[in-house]
């Protein structure tokens, strides 16, 4: 019973990693007048500010806010299994407290399945794997070259966001996926009947 609580502890505990969106806008924040500074901490470099804990607060509400509104969109039959994965993947990836590279691998399926051949997602997604590509080898060299590769973190995790929020807002848009189902049924009954 004692060890129930501890992922949450630790979830709640865990600063920003240094990769990830939230530490981007931790970034952003130290030109505004919040000093950061890097430390060494649950085994990964993070980042730390004054406004860590209100963004640490940030990305936790949007991390329950999008999940359950994927979640809903299925639950309304408005996207199926396939996206549902993708985007719980995605928000978990994009508004966590934590990023590493290898978390892509986790979406790579799901993106070839549902994005299938279309041209915006294989050039949303080579986008992100190049910059990806390019932050890791460098940015954990020293710090001089973490300040100096953050603005490609945060053009990367500004388009996996812009990613996510597209294909909430697609998911919104769709009609219930048994409305399409029946019409598609009717319309093979149609055409038997002709």
């Given amino acids: 019973m004692a060890d129930t609580v501890s992922p949450f502890r630790y979830f709640f505990s865990r600063p920003i990693e240094v990769e990830s969106f939230p530490a981007t806008l931790v970034w952003l924040g130290s030109f505004v007048g919040y000093p950061l500074h890097y430390v060494f901490t649950f085994q990964s470099l993070n980042v730390i500010s004054a ?17 359950l509104y994927t979640f809903w969109l299925q639950w309304q039959r408005k996207i199926d299994i396939f996206m549902s994965s993708l985007l719980t993947i995605l928000v978990v990836i994009t508004v966590g407290k934590v990023f590493s590279p290898q978390y892509l691998i986790w979406v790579a399926p799901f993106v070839a399945y549902v994005g299938r051949c279309h041209w915006k997602w294989l050039l949303s997604w080579v986008v992100v794997a190049t910059l990806t590509t390019i932050i890791f080898p460098f940015i954990f060299v020293d710090l001089p070259h973490i300040i100096n590769y953050y603005p490609v973190v945060f053009a990367r995790d500004l388009l996996m966001v812009a990613i996510v929020l597209a294909l909430l807002y697609y998911g919104s848009r769709n009609k219930a996926l048994v409305e399409e189902e029946e019409k598609s049924a009717n319309h093979g009954v149609v055409e038997g009947r002709a």
């Avoid at 406004?51 to 999940?67: E, N, P, Q, R, Y």
């Fill in 51 to 67: 406004l860590s804990s209100k963004i640490s607060l940030l990305s936790t509400v949007l991390l329950v806010a999008g999940l």
